[in-house]
């Protein structure tokens, strides 16, 4: 793996080198939370950026396994009740789902700019059943070209994606996706902070900014969407207590709505658009 391509990851694509590395470290872990070989088969073949170290953390590595590890197991039961689902992973990064979790569905699809793609073609297989699409998510040609299937048999996955979009483009995401898939669950992550916040802050300065941000989960079913389960990142770390060190107080004033919305994970099925 030549460190020219890695030096073209500038930007949100940069950013999936530390939710890679964080996954890498919890599959060393001897209490991993969850197992992912693949990942740690491709990590001497990337080059970190030295520049993210102050940007990585214990507590962030934790989070985004946690976040992961979440995603797996709604894609595990979203295959259990849908033997014949198709997945998507909308700006999949460098995810290894599919081969944690995804290998039994009829076909899964990894979608992300072509910086990255390019990147994912060095490292991964392209197959029949597993494919890559080469383009933005607000791209919207990538919805013509899905399989066909009936909408309750698609999973559309959006893992730490949707924020850095403005609140219009989120919204007009939902409603293309309302028009052509109603009936389709869509699973993503979605940020109750705000940019004043310390990692707002943080990915502004990577080139990142995160742009979209909610008060609860009733923001989300205001776009038209059915709440099926929302999850808080920060109660699911708490689940880790002798991983969260100083943070081990938060059991206790997680439920404060400004920490139990700061990150939620939100299970939602597509209601048809009325407009």
């Not at 059943?129 to 919207?140: A, E, G, P």
């Not at 004043?196 to 943080?202: D, I, L, M, V």
């Not at 990142?233 to 100083?246: A, D, F, H």
Request: charged fraction near 20%.
């Amino acid at each position: 793996m030549s460190n020219q391509l890695q030096s073209q990851l500038t930007g949100i694509p940069r950013t999936l080198l530390m939710t890679t590395r964080a996954r890498v470290e919890e599959h060393q872990r001897p209490d991993a939370i969850f197992r992912d070989p693949k990942v740690a088969e491709w990590w001497p073949l990337l080059s970190w950026d030295a520049a993210l170290d102050r940007f990585y953390s214990p507590i962030a590595q934790l989070t985004w396994a946690v976040r992961a590890k979440l995603f797996d197991q709604i894609a595990q039961r979203y295959l259990a009740h849908h033997p014949d689902a198709i997945a998507i992973e909308l700006g999949a990064g460098l995810s290894t789902r599919y081969h944690r979790v995804g290998q039994g569905y009829r076909c899964w699809i990894e979608l992300d700019l072509p910086e990255v793609t390019a990147l994912r073609r060095r490292l991964d297989t392209e197959t029949e059943y597993h494919r890559f699409f080469s383009r933005s998510v607000m791209d919207f040609s990538w919805m013509d070209e899905l399989p066909v299937c009936s909408p309750d048999n698609l999973l559309i996955i959006a893992e730490g994606l949707l924020m850095y979009f403005e609140a219009t483009q989120v919204r007009e995401f939902i409603h293309q996706l309302q028009q052509r898939f109603p009936g389709t669950t869509l699973v993503f992550d979605a940020l109750g902070s705000s940019p004043r916040s310390k990692g707002a802050r943080q990915l502004a300065q990577l080139g990142a900014p995160l742009k979209w941000f909610i008060k609860n989960e009733q923001d989300v079913a205001a776009m038209g969407l059915f709440i099926v389960n929302a999850q808080s990142l920060i109660q699911e770390n708490c689940r880790y207590p002798s991983r969260i060190g100083i943070y081990r107080w938060f059991p206790w004033i997680s439920k404060l709505p400004p920490l139990r919305n700061a990150c939620l994970v939100l299970e939602t099925t597509l209601t048809p658009n009325r407009s």
